[in-house]
């Protein structure tokens, strides 16, 4: 089965500190997308940073940036300089070739003042 | 902006009642998608949409089906509600394999 485990069903960090969000990914797909999306307490599923598996650099979206080892099917979430913003329910996410997105069970940030 | 709208934010429903969930996107995006969102389970896809008209199932489509006859407008019908389909219910949408999800606000769906 293709599947994605974050291991850190919740996570807290001190505000204007970094945090890494763990998540690892399970498929046979040679070619496919990575996600992480926020959800915060609104609701609103927005996506934070994407990744296409061909690529071999970090992507990186201000104080977000990923670590990306494909070999070790691992695609963990840095938030550098944390705001009490970013507190939310994060899913790491894959998709392949058939269109669908199969997601983590997310990791809840708390961020403290 | 792309904006994903749901019919209801909240709607509470009574068992074997059917149930309508109405989903529209304003993007032209080609692909639409339903999923259901459960604490300690995350999102799992029921349906999606790639085309109108066309439809295939997600992970979990028991007790579900949907409707897409106009191109913006993804419906996600529960034929008879059962208690344990109560849940958040998110819809979503892309315009092609690999890109961005668009979601909407979601629906919370109770059924007693």
């Known amino acids: 089965a293709q599947t994605v485990t974050q291991s850190q069903p919740e996570m807290s960090v001190q505000e204007a500190e970094t945090v890494t969000l763990s998540c690892t990914y399970d498929t046979s797909e040679s070619d496919y997308y990575l996600f992480w999306y926020k959800q915060p307490p609104s609701r609103q599923m927005i996506l934070v940073i994407r990744?296409?598996?061909?690529?071999?650099q970090n992507a990186t979206e201000n104080r977000f940036s990923v670590n990306f080892q494909k070999a070790a099917k691992s695609f963990s979430l840095k938030i550098s300089d944390s705001q009490l913003g970013d507190a939310a329910m994060y899913f790491c996410?894959?998709?392949?070739?058939?269109?669908?997105?199969?997601f983590g069970k997310g990791t809840l940030l708390t961020v403290n003042p | 902006d792309v904006k994903v709208t749901q019919s209801s934010r909240y709607l509470v429903k009574r068992t074997g009642e059917k149930v309508f969930l109405e989903c529209v996107q304003d993007?032209?995006?080609?692909?639409m998608f339903w999923y259901r969102q459960d604490p300690g389970l995350g999102l799992r896809l029921i349906y999606f949409?790639?085309?109108?008209?066309?439809?295939e199932k997600g992970d979990i489509p028991e007790g579900y089906s949907v409707s897409r006859e106009k191109k913006e407008r993804f419906s996600l019908i529960l034929e008879s509600a059962s208690t344990n389909q109560t849940s958040m219910y998110l819809c979503a949408s892309d315009r092609g394999n690999g890109y961005e999800q668009y979601f909407g606000p979601g629906t919370r769906l109770t059924v007693t």
């Open positions: 993007m032209d995006h080609e692909n």
């Open positions: 949409s790639y085309d109108v008209k066309m439809k």
């Open positions: 996410g894959w998709g392949g070739s058939n269109y669908k997105l199969t």
């Open positions: 990744q296409e598996a061909y690529k071999q």
